[in-house]
């Protein structure tokens, strides 16, 4: 069934606001909307139906070596966004 955009966007806020107005449908991941559909604020219209798993990549330029601050920011983040979007 062909779908017409009624709004596109790359910006996960923009997207989360314009369906929080009636603007349509969007597929968000959990972890950006989930008080809004445990409030009831929004619901999954296709329950059944997600997305497929998505990565997360550093960068990270190694020309003179990593810093020790780079070092650690990675460490954190490998440790927290598990906690984020599980």
């Known amino acids: 069934m062909p779908v017409e955009a009624r709004l596109a966007s790359n910006d996960i806020v923009v997207l989360k606001q314009a369906v929080q107005e009636g603007l349509?449908?969007?597929a968000l991941p959990g972890y950006i909307c989930r008080d809004e559909v445990r409030s009831g604020a929004l619901q999954r219209v296709l329950p059944e139906w997600t997305e497929a798993e998505a990565t997360i990549t550093a960068v990270i330029?190694?020309?003179?070596?990593?810093?020790?601050?780079?070092?650690?920011?990675?460490?954190?983040?490998?440790?927290?966004?598990?906690?984020?979007?599980?």
């Open 24 to 26: 349509g449908i969007v």
């Open 61 to 86: 330029p190694f020309r003179h070596g990593l810093q020790p601050s780079v070092r650690v920011f990675v460490d954190y983040l490998v440790e927290e966004i598990p906690k984020l979007v599980g």
